[in-house]
């Protein structure tokens, strides 16, 4: 069955960097498009970036410049490399799958779900 586990969350301090992984398993990884996403506490989660299966990536305006969304398709890994990090960044990260190519990569429409990595920056 489909597996997404993430890993790679911490406490950083702001202005810092992390990088999350998410290790896929049980589908073929190449052909899903591939989401981040995060919650904070009483708040909704919200998409942070997407890469669909031939590459293209969509970033919330939140993280542009800041968060870089790559696949490594040999590995079957998807990751977010974090810099610059702000305490507004502090939540869940979760990691998504789907087969569909998304008319809108940053919603939640996506079908698999990890049980995400607690990312924490302080200020």
């Known amino acids: 069955q489909v597996q997404l586990v993430e890993s790679g969350g911490g406490l950083a301090q702001a202005g810092g960097s992390l990088r999350l992984s998410c290790a896929a398993s049980g589908f073929t990884f190449s052909t899903y498009s591939m989401g981040w996403f995060r919650q904070a506490p009483g708040k909704e989660r919200e998409g942070v970036a997407a890469v669909d299966d031939d590459g293209t990536s969509t970033y919330a305006d939140s993280v542009k410049g800041r968060f870089t969304i790559s696949r490594d398709n040999a590995k079957n890994t998807l990751y977010l490399q974090m810099k610059s990090l702000k305490p507004e960044d502090t939540a869940m990260y979760y990691c998504?799958?789907?087969?569909?190519?998304?008319?809108?990569?940053?919603?939640?429409?996506?079908?698999?779900w990890g049980q995400g990595t607690q990312v924490t920056v302080s200020s």
């Open positions: 998504a799958a789907d087969l569909a190519e998304l008319d809108m990569p940053l919603s939640t429409e996506y079908g698999y």
